[in-house]
T-cell receptor, first 112, second 116 residues
Framework: DVKVTQSSRYLVKRTGEKVFLECVQD?????MFWYRQDPGLGLRLIYF???????EKGDIPEGYSVSREKKERFSLILESASTNQTSMYLC???????????FGPGTRLTVT | AQSVTQLGSHVSVSEGALVLLRCNYS??????LFWYVQYPNQGLQLLLK??????LVKGINGFEAEFKKSETSFHLTKPSAHMSDAAEYFC??????????????FGQGTTLQVKP
């Protein structure tokens, strides 16, 4: 089974802090994704990566950056956290040539 | 541009009743369609997928969905609801040829409540 893990299930940070969310997958997948989930809005794509050191902006990249130094790990960075970034963050991965994505358990981030 | 609309943000059924969650898509190219389920405080789990093979797709936990091109729909059904089916359900679309990047577009989600 594909396993996608995220470093924290719950996280509380203060406004202005730098925040790192980590995601690791164990299936050698080429593609990895970061989404945020808000009530009534579904999932919105922040960034994705189709290879090591490669990244592309999704639909809502403002206020976020990402890093992919190793194939199995994809990090989401909030350079200066703000209260409007309070949300559930979901990481996903998939193999190139396939369409279904596999999700981690999510990180519920609260910025106060 | 592709989009997904889930009709009804909340659906309530009695245990043992038919479950019907509606999803309509918009795509100018052949779509691939997915249903995911999210239990409270968990990530998304793939229920089933349509990738241009059979139009009636069976998934896990007794769910199935039918791709109807003429109606641009991919509704999710289950003949008899269980209490354990209470969760949020997401419909998602991508398109043929996107497998190298594989961006999925999600609907807004439908929360299924099952009453005893």
């Amino acid at each position: 089974d594909v396993k996608v893990t995220q470093s924290s299930r719950y996280l509380v940070k203060r406004t202005g802090e730098k925040v790192f969310l980590e995601c690791v997958q164990d299936m050698d997948h080429e593609n990895m994704f970061w989404y945020r989930q808000d009530p009534g809005l579904g999932l919105r794509l922040i960034y994705f990566s189709y290879d090591v050191k490669m990244k592309e902006k999704g639909d809502i990249p403002e206020g976020y950056s990402v890093s992919r130094e190793k194939k199995e790990r994809f990090s989401l960075i909030l350079e200066s956290a703000s209260t409007n970034q309070t949300s559930m963050y979901l990481c996903a991965s998939k193999a190139s040539g396939y369409y279904e994505q596999y999700f981690g358990p999510g990180t519920r981030l609260t910025v106060t | 541009a592709q989009s997904v609309t889930q009709l009804g943000s909340h659906v309530s059924v009695s245990e043992g009743a038919l479950v019907l969650l509606r999803c309509n898509y918009s795509s100018s190219v052949p779509p691939y369609l997915f249903w995911y389920v999210q239990y409270p405080n968990q990530g998304l789990q793939l229920l089933l997928k349509y990738t241009s093979a059979a139009t009636l797709v069976k998934g896990i936990n007794g769910f199935e969905a039918e791709f109807k091109k003429s109606e641009t729909s991919f509704h999710l059904t289950k003949p008899s609801a269980h209490m354990s089916d209470a969760a949020e359900y997401f419909c998602a679309v991508t398109f043929h040829g996107s497998s190298n990047t594989g961006k999925l577009i999600f609907g807004q989600g439908t929360t299924l409540q099952v009453k005893p």
